[in-house]
Structure formats: structure tokens, C-alpha cells
């Protein structure tokens, strides 16, 4: 008999991946998703869509019991928002219902994995070490901060239960929309950055991402762990435009512009937007985000836990998910 698995924001980028990934692992998949989700593409791998209301523990608890589910993957979040608030509410009053909901029915699940951020640690110096999963919180964007309280509420709350916290680092493959913005600016033949200071970037291909997030679901583990996770590897600022280059064998015009001259872009169009319900693609918080110095993680813990080798570094990463975007007509 085929292991139930409940997977949240399953019709997103990462959902897409994961939730293919689990239906060939032979997996009974079950997906939480909107009403106004676009299933299309998700729906060979699907067992049963939900659309439960995360805002009430008791229908959450008797969907729990009725399922029975042996793994949950809490990959749903909020990654934009107007307020603070907003966010918190769903990054962290979703997860902690959920959390609740799970281990409150009769059968609760064999592990609860969720899905945080390497942003809830934020950006270390430029010659510090990597980031550990002992590394203090400095979040810098309010993602960052939403996913570090809700890190910390799972601590106070749920240390004992069978949890596990998955930090990855940037991430990106066929379907992220985010990057890909980058890649388009790229194919219009035009390299940009924000000013000239080096930086140490770390990355993490989503089909790797998924493989580690079904790891953590059944690798023996006792109460709560945390990983971080990426594909082992730090790398320069400019790495993704030479993989493009190499790709397509396109030249780019490389141009620097200055911090100041961005940092006043990023006020202004937060400015424009504080009435619209959309964010703008640079505001200052993604800005700082953006040019911080040094996002390098250690994975020895991921490795030694869950046996997570991942398969793809940026090379090799990159050019599967390029062409991608060609092939599907995205530029």
C-alpha cells in the first residue's frame, strides 16, 4: 500500500518538482492548493486536490484524521507582501496550525517537514564562514523575518515532535519566474549588477531541492533537526552570466550602476506601489537582499543525516534549466 504524503503550495515552482518527484517515488500524493490554483500541469501526479482552510485548526485536525498522512511537506509561504503583519500571519499562523492540526489526530504523521529559508538567517561578511545551522539570526528582508519566527515558534512549541526545518539557498530550475527575469534581462543581450563589491552567492537546483526534502521525510531522525541547503558550492557574482554566455554563445554588455542610483530606485517605486496590491521587482529590502556579501551555507549536516549528494552544481544546473526556458518559448 502506497504511503499517503500532503504536500502545501503544491502548484507552485518548488510544488511542481516536489510533487512530481513524490508521485515517482511511489508515493499516494495529496496537494493543498488554492481554488485558484492552476492545477493542469500537477494533476497526473495527483491523487486528491485539497483546498483546506488554514485559518481553522479543528477542519484542519479532522482532515488529518481522516487521511492519516504518513509524511507532510509544509511548502506553501508567502514570499510577498504589504505588511509585516500580512506575512507573519501566513508564514507563521498557517504553519503553526498545521503543526498543531497534525500532531493533535489520532495518527499524526511518521515526520512534518517545513519548508523555511536560508533568508532566516540572512547574509553573513563577506570573509566569514559559511552559514551553519547554528549561525544567529540577522534576517535582512521581511521574508527572512517571517520565516525566522516561525523557526522559532516551531522550537518553543513543537522541539520534540517529529519536525524538520529545510533552509535552501536560492532556488532555481525550469518554472521560476524570480531568476528567470535576470536570464530574460541576459537574452536582451544586456549584464547588469548593482555596484562593484564582490559577493559569494550559493544556489541550490530545485529537483535537488525535492529530492532532499523526501530525505528528510524518512531519513531516522529524532524530534526537531534543521538543515541547510544548497549544492555545496559558493560562487562569484558573475558565474550565471558566463554559464549563460556559454550557453547561447551571446556576448553581454557587463554594466555596474551604482548603489546609490539603485538604492533611490528601489524608494521611489516602493513609494509608487504603497497603494497597489503588487510589489514592484526592486524595493529596498529585496535591494539589500540582493548585493549582501556573502550567502555560502555548509551542507555537512544535510549530508550526514539525510545522505543528501546533490546532482547538480550551477553549471550543469543552469544549462538544463535554460534551455528550458527556450524550448518552452519563455524568451
Same mark, same amino acid.
Request: aromatic letters at 12%; proline letters at 5%.
Given at each position: 500500500?502506497?504511503?499517503?504524503?500532503?504536500?502545501?503550495?503544491?502548484?507552485?515552482? *518548488?510544488?511542481?518538482? /516536489?510533487?512530481? $518527484? %513524490? &508521485?515517482? +517515488?511511489?508515493?499516494?500524493?495529496?496537494?493543498? !492548493?488554492?481554488r #485558484? @490554483?492552476?492545477?493542469?500541469?500537477?494533476?497526473?501526479?495527483?491523487?486528491?486536490?485539497?483546498?483546506?482552510?488554514?485559518?481553522?485548526?479543528?477542519?484542519l485536525?479532522?482532515?488529518?484524521?481522516?487521511?492519516?498522512?504518513?509524511?507532510?511537506?509544509?511548502?506553501?509561504?508567502?514570499?510577498?507582501a504589504k505588511?509585516?503583519?500580512?506575512?507573519?500571519?501566513?508564514?507563521?499562523? *498557517?504553519?503553526?496550525? /498545521?503543526?498543531? $492540526? %497534525? &500532531?493533535? +489526530?489520532?495518527?499524526?504523521?511518521?515526520?512534518? !517537514?517545513?519548508v #523555511? @529559508?536560508?533568508?532566516?538567517?540572512?547574509?553573513?561578511?563577506?570573509?566569514?564562514?559559511?552559514?551553519?545551522?547554528d549561525?544567529?539570526?540577522?534576517?535582512?528582508?521581511?521574508?527572512?523575518?517571517?520565516k525566522?519566527?516561525?523557526?522559532k515558534?516551531?522550537r518553543?512549541?513543537?522541539?520534540?515532535?517529529?519536525?524538520?526545518?529545510?533552509?535552501?539557498?536560492?532556488?532555481?530550475?525550469?518554472?521560476?519566474?524570480?531568476?528567470?527575469?535576470l &536570464?530574460?534581462?541576459?537574452?536582451k543581450?544586456?549584464?547588469?549588477?548593482?555596484?562593484?563589491?564582490?559577493?559569494k552567492?550559493s544556489?541550490?537546483?530545485?529537483?535537488?531541492?525535492?529530492?532532499?526534502?523526501?530525505?528528510?521525510c524518512?531519513?531516522?531522525?529524532?524530534g526537531?533537526?534543521?538543515?541547510?541547503?544548497?549544492?555545496?558550492?559558493?560562487?562569484?557574482?558573475?558565474?550565471?552570466?558566463?554559464?549563460?554566455?556559454k550557453?547561447?554563445?551571446?556576448?553581454?554588455?557587463?554594466?555596474?550602476?551604482?548603489?546609490?542610483?539603485?538604492?533611490?530606485?528601489?524608494?521611489?517605486?516602493?513609494?509608487?506601489?504603497?497603494?497597489s496590491?503588487?510589489?514592484?521587482?526592486?524595493?529596498?529590502e529585496?535591494?539589500?537582499?540582493?548585493?549582501?556579501?556573502?550567502?555560502?551555507?555548509?551542507?555537512t549536516?544535510?549530508?550526514?543525516?539525510?545522505?543528501?549528494?546533490?546532482q547538480?552544481?550551477?553549471?550543469?544546473?543552469?544549462?538544463?534549466?535554460?534551455?528550458?526556458?527556450k524550448?518552452?518559448?519563455?524568451?
Amino acid at each position: 500500500m502506497k504511503r499517503k504524503i500532503l504536500i502545501t503550495g503544491a502548484s507552485g515552482f *518548488v510544488g511542481f518538482h /516536489l510533487v512530481s $518527484a %513524490a &508521485f515517482e +517515488a511511489g508515493y499516494e500524493v495529496h496537494a493543498a !492548493v488554492r481554488r #485558484s @490554483s492552476q492545477i493542469a500541469d500537477i494533476e497526473p501526479f495527483v491523487e486528491k486536490f485539497l483546498y483546506p482552510d488554514f485559518n481553522q485548526i479543528s477542519s484542519l485536525a479532522a482532515l488529518f484524521s481522516l487521511e492519516a498522512y504518513a509524511y507532510i511537506i509544509h511548502a506553501a509561504a508567502m514570499t510577498k507582501a504589504k505588511s509585516e503583519a500580512e506575512m507573519i500571519a501566513m508564514n507563521v499562523g *498557517v504553519t503553526e496550525r /498545521l503543526l498543531e $492540526a %497534525a &500532531f493533535r +489526530a489520532p495518527q499524526p504523521p511518521i515526520r512534518f !517537514v517545513f519548508v #523555511s @529559508s536560508l533568508a532566516a538567517i540572512g547574509p553573513v561578511g563577506y570573509l566569514d564562514e559559511p552559514i551553519t545551522e547554528d549561525t544567529p539570526y540577522d534576517p535582512v528582508t521581511m521574508y527572512g523575518r517571517s520565516k525566522r519566527d516561525a523557526e522559532k515558534m516551531i522550537r518553543t512549541k513543537f522541539i520534540e515532535k517529529p519536525v524538520s526545518i529545510i533552509r535552501p539557498t536560492a532556488v532555481y530550475g525550469p518554472r521560476e519566474k524570480d531568476l528567470f527575469i535576470l &536570464f530574460d534581462t541576459m537574452n536582451k543581450g544586456l549584464d547588469a549588477y548593482v555596484g562593484r563589491a564582490p559577493q559569494k552567492l550559493s544556489f541550490v537546483y530545485v529537483k535537488d531541492l525535492a529530492d532532499v526534502l523526501l530525505r528528510a521525510c524518512i531519513s531516522p531522525q529524532e524530534g526537531l533537526t534543521i538543515f541547510n541547503i544548497s549544492d555545496g558550492r559558493i560562487y562569484s557574482r558573475y558565474e550565471m552570466a558566463e554559464i549563460f554566455k556559454k550557453t547561447f554563445r551571446k556576448k553581454l554588455i557587463r554594466i555596474h550602476v551604482p548603489y546609490a542610483i539603485v538604492k533611490t530606485v528601489a524608494q521611489i517605486s516602493q513609494w509608487l506601489y504603497r497603494k497597489s496590491s503588487q510589489t514592484p521587482v526592486i524595493y529596498p529590502e529585496r535591494l539589500r537582499e540582493l548585493t549582501a556579501e556573502n550567502w555560502g551555507c555548509d551542507i555537512t549536516h544535510a549530508k550526514q543525516r539525510l545522505g543528501y549528494q546533490p546532482q547538480y552544481d550551477l553549471d550543469n544546473g543552469l544549462v538544463d534549466s535554460l534551455l528550458w526556458y527556450k524550448k518552452n518559448n519563455w524568451f
